[in-house]
């Protein structure tokens, strides 16, 4: 955006398949990295970091949810769920065999990727609301199961604590440390997504969606992919549920009920369709609007009444703000944030001589 | 197009520096701040919107009586919608703007905070709801139920049909409907255990989400079963449409007893009013009623600015528990000020000050809580209230039943 982008000439293989072709988009994202893993955790205060984490959290389901609903144009509303999914085996896993996070967070995934592929199957024969009310059964049945299996919910409140996560033997308890734990997986799940779809898995995801007889006609695999889809996708969300459980420090069925499969669903449209940018903006959007639109009420709520009265009348404008907000948003711009930022970008890449 | 981009710009920039300042508002000497949250938009709105005004109300009642030892109390409520991470959220917020305590809202929003309760020595309550484990405060020394746990709900329904019964339960029969969650679950095994010592019949029927379809359990227990008495847990619209399906199938309320989330007079009217529900028993832990002194003052304190009384009194089941919940925080830091003469406390020493809780009963619409270190639940104490004319008439004084097996429960539990 304020870099040149021309006059940039690859004279090798390697140089024209980089991740990240630009020198100037190489030095933007360090740093941005140097700003987020150096100076975030070591200048801002806890509360700061807290609502950080909440959005580190809610990016790597985004990018999971992104890569099924985005490239590949299968829609799920049963992600919550799968959540659950990682979030009660890595529970298990820790309290009953003292995994470590190592295990916990991949074995949660693996184990959600199981059951995705499970819930992917009717995919095979259905499409679009079809599909969406199937995974939709998949949430409440997995709900169901966790709620009143007590082996796997651990007792009636089907609740079960975990110790936080340690690292080469430091317990991570302070703010800062869960952040950059957190960080972590954000940064892997970032890594991962970009790659996986500039490779041949991701080039089939695409094809699937596009147009899924004509990608079978070439020769894609439709009914390996779609469920490849599913089952990358549940990988990501069974993550997502483990750090849930690491962070809130408990795995509760409750977190993961069917508004929170439609929160994600809600990010990953609001941040636009296949692309790994716009399910980082709408994690940061859906995060962040509640918090935001609260403060700027209290803020210009302030001049008209008592802070104390404030209480009857924020909670209810907050939602019809945050309702409003996203169709103001999706009417601006229905391809999602991400494209207002791209807009953007162009607007600025021709400034000031923009005719 | 770059027109609109710009202006675009311009806004967004407004909204984020708007944002930030109204966050570093307000940080007032002579203040103690209280966090609360609250439900007002979620799934139980039913409750919040009533609870909530309640609390505000009693903390406005107690400023304007001047507030404790000059100090004012500031109650700051954020609405956590029923959902975690805006708990997590909000719990901190109050942490960085230095609350002494928290009124919590929702089960898995208790058991979230908890760590972080223990972590920054906050202590928290979640009265009538949340893990009934949590009544041990050894275990969990910041988290205080204050009010009747599930379990101690169930022993006391079951002492309860054992009084009407006629004191001796071998051979009844029992009909246990819940709301199928883990809320609706928790009081079984007490309730089990009982069944085992006590000899009665029990069978549980449960009520799927979202509660409002229960006409085959209904026809199950009063055709087949037909039962001796009735216990019902349910949650949000489920109690009214329970109320509405016992009557038409001509089962006789007087038999039903609804734990505590079932028993407003907000559940009476939305079943189709007092007529409706006559004889239909109701377990409280907090007083009903606006006879209690409290009440009038606060009553009081509207009609001094010309306002008639607040709207939400007309639910006084709620509106007394939010009295409760209010009363006890600012009781626990009235006694954490006695402690340490007169400053300012610390969470520390307002968790002691809850835990010296006793004599607290405000006329009656507190229990006689007794909270000490080891039983943050006070004594698990309980009242009945049943429908007669259009009034929920008092049937019962305080009581609590089985007190020794909740408590061995309690300790067992991890």
């Given amino acids: 955006m304020f870099y040149r982008e021309s006059g940039i000439f690859k004279t090798s293989y390697a140089a024209d398949m980089a991740v990240l072709p630009l020198p100037g988009t190489r030095w933007l994202l360090a740093a941005l990295a140097a700003l987020f893993i150096v100076v975030a955790p070591a200048t801002l205060d806890e509360y700061t970091l807290s609502v950080l984490n909440l959005i580190l959290i809610a990016v790597v389901g985004a990018i999971g949810l992104n890569i099924l609903v985005g490239y590949t144009d299968q829609v799920s509303i049963g992600h919550g769920a799968f959540m659950s999914v990682g979030a009660y085996t890595a529970a298990n896993l820790i309290t009953r065999l003292d995994a470590p996070f190592w295990i916990a967070v991949p074995a949660g995934g693996l184990m959600a990727a199981l059951i995705g592929v499970v819930v992917g199957i009717p995919s095979l024969r259905i499409k679009g609301l079809y599909l969406a009310i199937s995974t939709l059964a998949a949430q409440l049945i997995i709900e169901w199961v966790i709620n009143h299996t007590a082996w796997v919910s651990g007792g009636t409140q089907a609740s079960i604590q975990v110790p936080p996560p340690s690292v080469f033997g430091t317990k991570l308890v302070g703010a800062w440390q869960i952040y950059l734990f957190l960080m972590f997986f954000v940064v892997l799940a970032i890594v991962a997504a970009q790659n996986l779809i500039r490779s041949r898995i991701g080039r089939a995801f695409i094809a699937i969606r596009d147009q899924d007889i004509a990608a079978e006609i070439i020769g894609i695999d439709i009914f390996r992919y779609k469920l490849l889809a599913f089952a990358i996708s549940s990988f990501y969300a069974g993550v997502t549920g483990v750090l849930y459980t690491y962070y809130l420090g408990i795995a509760n069925y409750e977190q993961f009920q069917l508004d929170v499969s439609i929160n994600f669903l809600a990010m990953v449209i609001i941040g636009g369709l296949g692309s790994t940018l716009g399910p980082i903006f709408g994690a940061v959007f859906v995060t962040l609007l509640p918090i935001v639109s609260r403060r700027a009420l209290e803020f210009v709520g302030g001049f008209f009444v008592e802070r104390a009265d404030l209480a009857n009348y924020v909670p209810s404008l907050r939602l019809a703000i945050f309702g409003g907000l996203i169709i103001f948003f999706l009417v601006v711009e229905p391809e999602g944030l991400n494209r207002l930022w791209r807009n953007i970008r162009t607007w600025f890449r021709a400034w000031p001589f923009s005719f | ?414």
């Fill in chain 2, 1 to 414: 197009m770059q027109y609109s981009i710009r202006k675009h710009l311009v806004l967004a920039a407004g909204v984020m520096a708007g944002m930030w300042c109204a966050g570093t508002a307000l940080a007032q000497t002579k203040e103690i701040l209280i966090g609360a949250q609250c439900d007002r938009t979620g799934p139980t709105q039913l409750v919040g919107t009533v609870f909530c005004p309640a609390v505000q109300d009693y903390v406005n009642l107690i400023n304007a009586q001047g507030g404790i030892d000059g100090f004012k109390i500031r109650i700051d409520e954020l609405d956590n919608n029923y959902q975690v991470p805006p708990a997590i959220e909000e719990y901190e917020r109050h942490k960085q703007e230095g609350m002494v305590s928290t009124l919590i809202w929702g089960t898995p929003q208790a058991e979230a905070l908890n760590p972080r309760l223990e972590k920054d020595h906050i202590p928290g309550t979640s009265p009538g709801f949340g893990s009934a484990a949590a009544a041990n405060g050894a275990k969990y020394p910041y988290l205080f139920p204050v009010a009747a746990t599930y379990w101690s709900q169930g022993a006391a329904a079951i002492k309860f049909v054992k009084d009407k019964l006629g004191g001796d339960l071998k051979g009844k029969k029992i009909a246990y409907m819940y709301y199928d969650n883990p809320a609706g679950l928790e009081p079984l095994p007490i309730i089990k255990k009982l069944q085992a010592t006590e000899g009665f019949e029990l069978r549980t029927f449960a009520v799927p989400a979202p509660g409002v379809e229960m006409s085959a359990q209904v026809l199950d227990i009063t055709q087949r079963y037909r039962p001796d008495f009735v216990i019902a847990h349910l949650f949000g619209r489920a109690p009214s449409v329970m109320i509405k399906s016992m009557k038409q199938s001509g089962y006789p309320l007087s038999k039903v007893l609804g734990l505590v989330w079932a028993s407003s007079e907000a559940d009476i009217a939305a079943a189709g009013g007092w007529a409706m529900a006559q004889g239909y028993n109701t377990m409280q832990f907090a007083g009903v009623g606006e006879q209690y002194p409290v009440d009038q003052e606060i009553i009081a304190m509207y009609k001094k600015d010309g306002k008639p009384p607040p709207a939400g009194m007309k639910t006084s089941v709620y509106y007394n528990r939010g009295i409760l919940d209010a009363a006890l925080h600012i009781e626990a830091v009235r006694r954490a000020m006695q402690a340490n003469g007169g400053k300012p406390p610390t969470g520390e020493e307002v968790k002691k000050g809850f835990e010296s809780i006793k004599d607290f009963t405000l006329g009656g619409l507190v229990p006689p809580l007794e909270v000490t270190p080891s039983d943050h639940e006070g004594g698990g104490w309980v009242q009945i209230f049943q429908v007669k004319g259009d009034k929920l008439v008092k049937e019962t004084e305080w009581f609590h039943g089985y007190r020794d097996l909740v408590l061995k429960t309690v300790n067992a539990a991890s």
